[in-house]
């Protein structure tokens, strides 16, 4: 697909919610297992789902954002409404933090949270450069969103448990 095209279905849209659902499976599944096999529950587990959703669905206004400040030369329609909806994830990503903050070890709380940056980082510039089915990219992707199961277990019982 020619960068003109993808730019230009870009524009037209409204919505930011994950389009990929194989991503979205590969977040979710392992906290709904790590879920399972804690056999406990607690009301931070759905503070890391939320975080998580949040965190996976922000990339998309986020690539919006990036390509306007170093791609396009014009302004874009897109751009207003991928930095609301951007501003709405940020929203529930701060919430969610400050759950997790009183539910986690502080220590887990900054590496979890180091990991997501850098991964988002990672993903928005791959994205705005439309390398998303590099090699490379593919794996770190795979390894990433499936430590969501890390990060349950840190809510369900306050430790990563050996299983994970």
Known sequence: MSSAVSEARVTTK??????????????ITPIVCAAIL?????????????AAF?????KDPLVVLMRQKFVWKQPNA???????????????LAVSGLVLLQAWPLAA??????GVVAFSLMAIWVNVRN????????????AALTSSALAT????????????
């Open 14 to 27: 409204s919505t930011y919610l994950p389009r990929e659902h194989g991503a979205t499976a590969m977040v």
């Open 38 to 50: 804690a056999r406990t529950w607690r009301w931070a587990e759905l503070a890391t789902l939320a």
């Open 54 to 58: 949040a965190a996976l669905a922000a």
């Open 78 to 92: 897109a751009t207003p409404v991928a930095a609301r909806w951007f501003a709405g994830y940020a929203l529930v």
């Open 109 to 114: 709380v900054f590496a979890m949270g180091a």
């Open 131 to 142: 390398k998303q089915r590099s090699t490379l990219f593919q794996i770190a992707s795979a």
């Open 153 to 164: 277990s840190l809510s369900a019982i306050g430790a990563i448990a050996q299983w994970c």
